[in-house]
């Protein structure tokens, strides 16, 4: 059974900087995808940014791209969110997420490329 657990949300003025960490366990972790997904009140849960087993490959929705960085440590079984010049749009609930195969996945923006999920972190930007 595999666990994730998010942690750095929090409240932040527009224009600050956050760092979202994501721990994983109970799966080989260097082996699987790992994405950032966000929920915001009343709206569908949307991409945020991916990142393929190696940290070789990187994928952003175009409304985060240029600000925000996601990482992996394979060693620390861990993958992180840098988001900076963050606006108020940026408010949501965010989600880590465990890629469903070692294969190759056809589209990482995709919530059906991923079967296990962190309980979530709240990120509020004030304006």
């Known amino acids: 059974q595999v666990q994730l657990v998010e942690s750095g949300g929090g409240l932040v003025q527009a224009g600050g900087s956050l760092r979202l960490s994501c721990a994983a366990s109970?799966?080989?972790?260097?082996?699987?995808?790992m994405g950032w997904f966000r929920q915001a009140p009343g709206k569908e849960r949307e991409f945020v940014a991916a990142?393929?087993?190696?940290?070789?490959?990187?994928y952003y929705a175009d409304s985060v791209k240029g600000r925000f960085t996601i990482s992996r440590d394979n060693a620390k079984n861990t993958v992180y969110l840098q988001m900076n010049s963050l606006k108020p749009e940026d408010t949501a609930v965010y989600y880590c997420?465990?890629?469903?195969?070692?294969?190759?996945?056809?589209?990482?923006?995709?919530?059906?490329?991923?079967?296990?999920w962190g309980q979530g972190t709240r990120v509020t930007v004030s304006s």
């Open positions: 109970g799966r080989t972790f260097s082996s699987y995808a």
């Open positions: 990142i393929n087993w190696s940290g070789s490959s990187t």
């Open positions: 997420a465990f890629g469903r195969s070692t294969k190759w996945l056809r589209d990482l923006s995709k919530t059906y490329e991923f079967d296990y």
